[in-house]
C-alpha cells in the first residue's frame, strides 16, 4: 500500500499536519500508516470494533514499521479513545446514521479544537441534518470519483451555530454542483434518489425538482 485510492487520499488530505490522529473503523489501517509515512501524522489510534479488521490492522503498521507510532485497538467508536488521544478524528467507510451516532456518544465530540473528517458510504443527508441540528458545522467538503463511485468527504468542528439552513441542505452540504463536476455527480445521485422516493411521497419530488434547479 504505497497509494492511497482517491476516496482515502481526500480524507487524508483533511487531516491536519502535527496532529494526534484517530481513525475510527480503520479496518486494513491504510489511512493511519499512510499519515504517518507522510510525514503528516505523529502518532495514532487505529481501532476498530471487531477483531478481524483490527488484526488486519495490527499486520499492516507492523508490516510498516510503524508499531510505536500507530496503536491498534478494539473500541466501539470512540468509546476507548481519551480526548488527549485524538485531535483529528477520521470515521470513513461506514453509513452516515451510524457515523452520526459514534459522534453522539463521543463525550469530548463538542471540544471546538477538534476536527472530525467523516466519509459517509450512506445516508450522507442524515449526518449533514444531525450535524446542523447540533451545532456541527461543515468547514469543507468534497468529492471524489473511486471506482467509478462517488463519495463525499466533509470536515467538521463543532461551532455551537445553531442558523438553521433550508430543506436543500442536508443533500447539498458545503458542495458546489455548478462548478464542479464532482459534487454535481454526489448531488445528481441525492436526486435520482429522491426521485425514487417520490413515487410514495410528493415532498420528496418538490425536493428533487428543488434540488434540480440549485445544479442548473
Ligand atoms: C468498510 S470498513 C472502512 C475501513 C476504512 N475506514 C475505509 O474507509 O476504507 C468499516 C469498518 O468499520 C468498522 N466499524 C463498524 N462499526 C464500528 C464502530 N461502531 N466502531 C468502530 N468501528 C466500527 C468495521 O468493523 C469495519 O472494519
Known amino acids: 500500500m504505497s497509494q492511497l485510492d482517491s476516496r482515502l487520499a481526500l480524507c487524508a488530505s ?8 484517530a481513525d475510527i473503523g480503520t479496518d486494513h489501517a491504510y489511512l493511519p500508516v499512510w ?9 495514532a489510534v487505529a481501532a476498530d470494533i471487531n477483531p478481524d479488521p483490527l488484526r488486519r490492522g495490527t499486520e499492516t503498521v507492523a508490516n510498516a514499521g510503524l508499531s510505536d507510532r500507530i496503536e491498534t ?16 478524528i477520521v470515521i ?8 452520526a451516532r459514534i459522534l453522539d456518544e463521543c463525550p469530548y465530540s463538542r471540544d471546538k479544537s477538534k476536527r472530525f473528517i467523516l466519509q459517509p458510504m450512506t445516508k450522507s443527508e442524515v449526518l449533514i441534518r444531525a450535524l446542523d441540528d447540533n451545532g456541527f458545522s461543515i468547514l469543507r467538503q468534497d468529492c471524489c470519483v473511486a471506482a467509478d463511485k462517488c463519495y463525499t468527504v466533509l470536515n467538521v468542528a463543532y461551532t455551537g451555530e445553531t442558523t438553521k439552513h433550508d430543506a436543500l ?20 445521485g441525492h436526486i435520482s434518489r429522491l426521485q425514487k ?9 418538490a425536493l428533487a425538482e428543488e434540488l434540480k434547479k440549485r445544479c442548473e
Not at 499519515?35 to 502518532?43: D, H
Not at 470513513?92 to 457515523?99: C, F, K, Q
Open 73 to 88: 485497538r478494539l473500541s466501539d467508536g470512540l468509546k476507548n479513545i481519551s480526548s488527549e488521544e485524538a485531535e483529528d
Open 197 to 205: 422516493q417520490a413515487k410514495g411521497d410528493a415532498r420528496f419530488a
Open 35 to 43: 499519515l504517518c509515512r507522510a510525514g503528516v501524522t505523529p502518532c
Open 92 to 99: 470513513a467507510g461506514m453509513g452516515g446514521e451510524l457515523i
Open 169 to 188: 441542505y442536508p443533500y447539498l452540504g458545503e458542495l458546489r454542483p455548478k462548478e464542479n463536476a464532482a459534487h454535481l455527480r454526489f448531488v445528481e
Open 14 to 21: 483533511f487531516v491536519r499536519e502535527g496532529k494526534r490522529l
